[in-house]
């Protein structure tokens, strides 16, 4: 069953623009991360958030976190074309089942050169 | 390092045959796992390992076996291939699944005519 859910679900923008995802998911966590997939490849790790952190920076990443709200965003700031691609949220519960990272539908980002 | 190794990239199996998905990794991960990947679906947990010996199922199993001989290899088994199988197949590992992100394989793409 789907845990985390992204919106929008695809998502249009000018290079230079900045972009924002949005995570909702449903149970307490322990943590949340965020992956990207360009087309026909794997999965690349950018950021895991822990439940009891708000925000948090990587490079031209920020994501923030509000576990009243259970949702999470992934802004992209100053997008070029190469960031085109697939982005997931996953969460890991904080219960028993937690083994387990769920994964979200996904929002495709297209950047437009 | 090579990171997560997965082959073959491409299978097209005949219904009912049997086929071994390999999955490798060179990081001295201890979890591992298999998830499959569908249109609209997102990515789903087939098996997981925490570590050599020790496997669980995750919440798409049937139809699927893995072994965990050793801690490098955790290969996924299709016991009589369904064209319901057909996926792009990702193995992804971590060193602890509590608090780091995943890395995943390239994926395999396989169709079951």
């Known amino acids: 069953s789907q845990q985390g859910e992204e919106d929008p679900q695809a998502l249009s923008i000018q290079e230079g623009e900045n972009a924002t995802m949005n995570c909702s998911y449903k149970?307490?966590?322990?943590?949340l991360q965020w992956y990207r997939q360009n087309s026909g490849r794997g999965l690349v790790h950018l950021i895991l958030?822990?439940?009891?952190?708000r925000e948090k920076h990587s490079g031209r990443l920020r994501v923030t976190l509000d576990t009243s709200k259970k949702s999470s965003s992934l802004l992209i700031t100053a997008s070029r074309a190469a960031d085109t691609a697939s982005y997931f949220c996953?969460?890991?519960?904080?219960?028993?089942?937690?083994?387990?990272?769920?994964f979200g539908k996904g929002t495709l980002l297209t950047v437009n050169p | 390092n090579a990171g997560v190794t997965q082959t073959p990239k491409f299978q097209v199996l005949k219904t009912g045959q049997s086929m071994t998905l390999q999955c490798a990794q060179d990081?001295?991960?201890?979890?591992m796992s298999w998830y499959r990947q569908d249109p609209g679906m997102g990515l789903r947990l087939i098996h997981y390992s925490v570590g050599a010996g020790i496997t669980d199922q995750g919440e798409v199993p049937n139809g699927y076996n893995v072994s965990r001989s050793t801690t490098e290899d955790f290969p996924l088994r299709l016991l009589s291939a369904a064209p319901s199988q057909t996926s792009v197949y990702f193995c992804a590992s971590s060193y602890d699944w509590r608090v780091d992100g995943y890395t995943f394989g390239s994926g395999t793409r396989l169709t079951v005519v």
């Open positions: 149970t307490s966590i322990n943590n």
């Open positions: 990081m001295n991960h201890e979890y």
């Open positions: 996953a969460t890991r519960d904080s219960g028993g089942s937690n083994y387990k990272l769920t």
């Open positions: 958030i822990r439940s009891n952190e």
